[in-house]
């Protein structure tokens, strides 16, 4: 099995893994319920997305 011929030297390394970095995820607040929640996704507290009930959430 073939091996590096060279050692990678730290600043190389690093500026490979720069793109590594974790994100916190996005928050958005939802406008029936003003819980917070994810864009793009039913509220798991009431279950609207877009202004309309999607899922049988709970009641507020």
Do not use: E, F, I
Not at 8 to 26: E, F, G, N, V
């Amino acid at each position: 099995m073939p091996l590096p011929k060279k050692k990678q030297s730290k600043r190389r390394k690093r500026q490979r893994r720069s793109h590594d970095a974790l994100t916190s995820p996005t928050v958005v607040t939802c406008s029936n319920c003003s819980q917070p929640m994810q864009p793009h996704r039913a509220c798991p507290n009431c279950g609207y997305y877009n202004g309309r009930a999607v899922t049988a959430g709970r009641s507020v």
